[in-house]
Nanobody, 133 residues
Framework: QVQLVESGGGLVQAGGSLRLSCAAS?????????????MGWFRQAPGKEREFVAV????????YYKGSVKGRFTISRDNAKNTVYLQMNSLKPEDTAVYSC?????????????????????WGQGTQVTVSS
């Protein structure tokens, strides 16, 4: 099984920055490892549904972002460290949420596929990000 552990959340003032990390271990049921998995970040604010934030594909490291974070957030991965990152700059109060990383076992090239939580097989426990105004 793939285990995902997030870190780096906290309380920050509006305009500030945080860097989230997600460390992966283990293999999928078919034996795949981190470097062959597409990784995504999602967030869920109180009373709201979980929403897509960013994704980085396993091959060419192609990335996609939610429109409201594009230009402020950057997703990256270090396959040697089995870790995916989310650098968040110019944070706004509306970015406040529990942020979770997830691993998808699909291999489709469709970007919309990876923006859906149901496309991910493995999830971390989440880390709280609170942005004060």
């Amino acid at each position: 099984q793939v285990q995902l552990v997030e870190s780096g959340g906290g309380l920050v003032q509006a305009g500030g920055s945080l860097r989230l990390s997600c460390a992966a271990s283990g293999r999928t049921t078919s034996g795949r490892t981190f470097s062959t998995l597409t990784m995504g970040w999602f967030r869920q604010a109180p009373g709201k549904e979980r929403e897509f934030v960013a994704v980085i594909k396993w091959g060419a490291h192609i990335t996609y972002y939610k429109g409201s974070v594009k230009g402020r957030f950057t997703i990256s991965r270090d396959n040697a460290k089995n870790t995916v990152y989310l650098q968040m700059n110019s944070l706004k109060p509306e970015d406040t949420a529990v942020y979770s990383c997830a691993a998808a076992i699909g291999t489709t090239t469709s970007s919309s596929y990876y923006q859906t939580p149901d496309s991910y097989a493995y999830w971390g426990q989440g880390t709280q990000v609170t942005v004060s105004s």
